[in-house]
């Protein structure tokens, strides 16, 4: 057959066609992700974030006129605009923090593009040099490097950050986990954006928390920068920035989930509830309080509110003349660390139903709830026969009283919450009683403390700790060396 040039064309034009499709790379699946586009590296050097100042007396311009001299970026930040409105130089740009709904959520990365930022505090002077100092000073290893602010070296302390127990501990041991002193702190813009709290005030404080639970290692060079005059001139404004630096760090304390601050010098701060303020944590359910499913203990205010309760109710049955002795998780506690359990949320007394008549407390409790001299709260339970003790008519911390009689040699009583450990016992374990060191001070219990609680816990229940309802929670294998 004689092909004709038309012929000829459409044979040249399918080979083409299967040249191409064989050459082609097959088409994408519905399971293969799209090529990965990587974002160009910021440009070198910083950026300057101006936030720590009072919005009533402040050095504001003479602060981003000195940064800006070096020509680099200056943001003034604050939770909401200027007022009244501040004069700032050319180039100065303000950045509003708190969320607006006329507005797209704020994201640090827009506004922020250099390699690193600073965060200098109010009335700070630039001084040639210092910031290429603080950025050479940051190695791989290093996540924050520090200087200081005015004529005063810092001073470095050790922090820890237990989110478990609540606390933060400041001193010597944890190494350069924070600093003393007015101080410009400078890390990379990537660190920085994926700190949870970024802007929080104070933004020493703030930053520090979060680097220590982070295992960020902290630089502190010599070599500072100078400082102005504090525009904080009159008493009233000095009192004024105080109460606003205490109400800011209480704040930060309470949205970091901490109730404790223990300082250099073994003071206590503290964040959580007490007689005035209802207590941390709301109703139980399955024996299993929230802050266990959080991963989290009993906070350190309730376990202060609980031995306070505990102490004052002994006292209270001692001097009656009431017979009572430790049960069930309390006296584990003692037996164990002669403390409250870290993550019990009440205490539990037993006492001999026939004593309760010769307690006025207890007398009036069953008529309604009293409040003793000392604030205390009795009452009797409505959930049975048992009287609870609580800390104050708002915190509803408490001490459960459980009543038992003898029958037969065996103590008995009438109200049963269906909690495993919730039996009968010879009454031999109370023949005598004996002392016993708990939550910082001395309690009466059952004379043979490990028989007991192997008859109300099961073998080794001393030894292997549990949550209250193992079907709820388990304790993990190495939990409690964490």
């Known amino acids: 057959m004689r092909l004709t040039p038309f012929h000829s064309f459409l044979l040249a034009a399918i080979t083409l066609n299967l040249l191409f499709l064989l050459l082609s790379p097959p088409p994408p699946t519905s399971g293969t992700p799209p090529p990965l586009t990587t974002s160009p590296p910021p440009p070198p050097g910083v950026s300057i974030l101006i936030l720590d100042f009072e919005s009533f007396s402040h050095d504001l311009v003479g602060t981003s006129r000195s940064f800006s001299s070096l020509n680099v970026p200056v943001i003034v930040a604050a939770d909401l605009p200027l007022y009244p409105p501040v004069p700032l130089p050319n180039g100065v740009r303000t950045l509003t923090l708190l969320p607006s709904p006329h507005l797209p959520p704020l994201k640090l990365n827009r506004h922020i593009h250099t390699q690193h930022v600073a965060l200098i505090p109010d009335g700070t002077r630039a001084h040639p040099g210092i910031l290429e100092s603080m950025m050479a000073a940051m190695d791989p290893d290093v996540h924050l490097v520090l200087a200081p602010v005015g004529p005063t070296p810092l001073r470095c302390v050790g922090l820890s950050v237990d989110l478990r127990r609540w606390t933060l501990r400041y001193g010597a041991e944890g190494g350069c986990g924070a600093v003393r002193g007015p101080a410009a702190i400078l890390m990379r813009s990537e660190d920085f954006f994926n700190l ?287």
């Open 196 to 482: 949870s709290f970024p802007t929080r005030r104070p933004s020493d404080a703030a930053i520090f928390v979060q680097a220590a639970l982070r295992g960020w290692r902290l630089r502190v060079l010599q070599d500072g920068f100078p400082s102005a005059p504090s525009p904080l001139t009159s008493p009233h404004e000095l009192w004024k920035a105080r109460n606003l630096q205490e109400n800011r760090h209480k704040k930060l304390m309470e949205d970091f989930g901490i109730k404790m601050e223990v300082m250099e010098d073994g003071k206590r701060r503290w964040y959580g509830c007490n007689k005035e303020t209802p207590r941390c944590f709301g109703t139980i359910l399955s024996r299993t309080p929230q802050y266990l499913i959080e991963g989290r203990w009993t906070p350190p205010c309730c376990l202060k509110a609980l031995r306070e309760t505990a102490k004052h109710v002994v006292g209270v049955l001692e001097g009656s003349g009431v017979r009572y002795w430790l049960e069930g998780g309390s006296l584990l506690g003692a037996v164990r660390m002669e403390d409250i359990i870290p993550w019990d949320y009440d205490v539990d007394l037993g006492i001999y139903r026939a004593d309760v008549g010769k307690c006025r407390w207890l007398r009036a409790a069953q008529d309604g709830p009293v409040e003793d001299d000392e604030g205390f709260v009795w009452e009797k339970a409505n959930e049975g026969d048992f009287f609870r003790v609580h800390y104050s008519r708002i915190n509803r911390l408490h001490v459960d009283l459980w009543p038992f009689y003898p029958k037969n040699g065996v103590m008995t009583k009438e109200t049963w919450l269906g909690h495993p450990q919730d039996v009968e016992f010879p009454e031999h374990f109370l023949l005598p009683t004996v002392p016993l060191a708990f939550a910082g001070f001395t309690a009466m219990g059952p004379n043979d403390p490990r028989g007991f609680l192997e008859l109300k816990f099961g073998a080794g229940a001393i030894e292997e700790p549990q949550y209250p309802n193992p079907a709820v929670l388990r304790i993990r294998r190495g939990e409690l060396s964490q």
